[in-house]
Structure formats: C-alpha cells, structure tokens
C-alpha cells in the first residue's frame, strides 16, 4: 500500500472515532437525560 | 440494480462527512420541521427532553431512510446529473458502509423513539422508514409514474408520529396533516421533474413528464393542487384550528393555486423557459413551512 494512502487512512480513521466519542458521549447524556424526564413525568 | 462505479470507496474507510451527506440533511431539514410541527400541535404537555428525542428520532429515521435510499440507487444517481457526485456514485464510500450505516440508523431510531416516547410513535416510524424504502425507492420508483404519488405518504408521516410522540394516539388533526403532505408531494416533485426531466430520461427513471408527456404533467399538477388545497383549509373548516392558520392556508392556498394556473398554461418545452414551474418548485416548499408554521402559531399564540 502506498504511504499517501496509508496516511489517508489513517488520517480518517482518526477523524471517525473522534465524531464516533462525541456522539457517544452525547448519547450517554441523552438516555441519561430521558431516564430523569422519565422519572419526572411519571412521578 | 446494477453495482456503482467504485474507486477509492473499496479501500478506503469512508469520511464521516460523506456518511452525513448520506443522511441528505437538506431533507430532512423539512421532514424534522414537520415532525416538530406535528409534536407542537398536539394537545397536552410534552417534556423537553422527550420531545427534543422524539425530533431526534424522526431526524434519525429519515436520515437512515435516506442512506438506504442511496445505497439502492447508486446506479441510478450515477447517471443523473444533480445526484452524480453524491457518496456513492462518485466512489467515495462503499455500498457495504452505505447499507450497514443505514440499517443500524434505522433500528437505533426505532428503539431510541420507543423509549423516549411510545410504542405507537415507534411503530410509525419504523413503518416510514420501510415505506420509503421498501415500497417506494425499491417497488415503485423504477415501475410507475405514479411512484410519486404513493410514495409521497413516506414523507407525510413525520407530523403523525410527532403527534403520537405526545398523545399516544392519532386522531383527526394528525391525519389532515399527514393528508396535506401526501398530496402536497405530487405537484412539488412534479414541478421539478418537468425542468429536470432529461435527468430522470437518462437515467430510465418512469417520472411523469417522461411517461406521460409535459402537457398531461402540467394538467395532473393542477388536478392534484385542488385536493391539496381542501386538506390544507380543511382543519379550519373542521374548527379543528383557530383563524390564524385558517388565513394563511387560504392566502398560501390560493398563492399555489395561481402559480399552478401559471404552469398549466405555459408551454415551454425547454427548460431554460420553464420560468412557472421554478417558481412553483420553490414555493411549494415555502408553503408546506407556511402552513405548518402557521398551525403551531395557531396552537400556542392564539
């Protein structure tokens, strides 16, 4: 495989998991946040 | 289905930018406009969070909706102009990536909306997102000319699961609007498919100016404005809204009504002098905003 390719691989390879964590990280404190509103609504 | 020209797609794990691209966010942006429309309107409290997941979701499943929509028809996007360098066609992604990130959108979607909101808001939602998919991108785009027409409920049920999101239920208001939207898309899409039709010719896609002729299109968008417009004035007639939705649906009514007088009565056969139907095209869309904008005023305002 080429080096230039090799890097662009990489290169996106990197740039996917760090929009991969950010939405993860977003969907933690979104279930998080409906299981409060949940508890709320039901209360 | 023939498989698309790939390059780099092959090899290459795909950009994330391409991979929202799939979503067609331009889209969607009405879709989740008419979802929000649809869960503001409805009578009863709704919890922010739940609602901002209930919007999140329909964002979601039509996005999915819209992956899957291109992963089927790479072939035929490759062939027309406007959809020549999306994702897939152009070779940037693979059709494997494309289908794998859009059934896992579509089940996430699913699952996401019946825990934030209910069975019911789920359930339509997933049958949207197969109703695109199934019965219009893969049954009867390619078969009829009427593709628009029954394919056209795809994208009205975004108000009705709004709707569901906060009743639990559907009632008489949600189905107007899910009405108005079916009958909506015909003239819309058929407004533009007259000044693109070379495109749909092209690529061997039965739109109704390549079937039946530019003059019958022209006749059948004005046939179908009438129904649109006694769904769009109906919830007024009904008192199922107040007066402010019930002037604008008549003045934006009654706007489409002269715009589609216009293209009935055009008989330009190029594109360049189909000056009607642009205008038509553009604002079909200012009045599904209008309207639907109107109804939430109507709800809270008034």
Redesign the interface.
């Given at each position: 495989m080429p080096l230039e390719?090799d890097e662009?691989?990489r290169k996106?390879?990197r740039?996917?998991s760090r929009?991969l964590a950010i939405l993860l990280g977003l969907f933690v404190v979104?279930?998080f946040?409906?299981t409060?509103?949940?508890m709320?609504?039901n209360r | 289905m023939t498989s698309a020209p790939l390059t780099h797609g092959d090899s290459l794990p795909a950009d994330w930018r391409d991979l929202l691209a799939l979503t067609k966010p331009r889209v969607m942006s009405l879709v989740v406009f008419t979802g929000l429309c649809g869960l503001l309107a409805a009578p009863g409290p709704v919890h922010p969070v739940l609602g901002f997941a209930a919007v999140l979701c329909i964002a979601l499943g039509a996005g999915a909706a819209g992956a899957l929509n291109q992963w089927y028809e790479a072939d035929l996007d490759a062939k027309m102009k406007r959809t020549a360098n999306r994702p897939l066609p152009a070779g940037r992604m693979s059709r494997q990536t494309a289908l794998h990130f859009g059934v896992g959108l579509a089940v996430f979607s699913v699952i996401l909306m019946d825990l934030a909101a209910n069975h019911l808001a789920a359930a339509v939602l997933a049958i949207s997102i197969l109703f695109y998919v199934l019965v219009y991108t893969v049954w009867l785009k390619r078969r009829t000319a009427q593709n628009i027409v029954i394919g056209g409920a795809a994208g009205a049920f975004p108000p009705l699961i709004g709707w569901a999101a906060v009743t639990g239920d559907v009632s008489t208001l949600p189905i107007l609007l899910f009405a108005i939207i079916f009958l909506w898309t015909p003239p819309h899409f058929w407004a533009l498919s007259l000044f693109v039709r070379t495109d749909y010719a092209n690529a061997g896609v039965p739109m109704m100016p390549v079937v039946a002729g530019i003059e019958s299109t022209r006749r059948q968008i004005l046939v179908y404005t009438l129904p649109m417009i006694a769904a769009a004035v109906a919830p007024w007639l009904l008192d199922l809204t107040g007066w402010v939705y019930g002037i604008f649906s008549v003045i934006l009514s009654a706007i489409f009504l002269v715009l589609a007088f216009q293209v009935f009565a055009n008989k330009a056969s190029e594109p360049k002098a189909m000056g009607p139907e642009k205008r038509l095209f553009a604002f079909s869309i200012v009045y599904l905003f209008g309207l639907f904008a109107a109804l939430v005023v109507d709800r809270w305002l008034i």
């Open positions: 390719e662009l691989i996106r390879q740039e996917r929009v979104l279930m946040a409906i409060i509103a949940k709320s609504v | -």
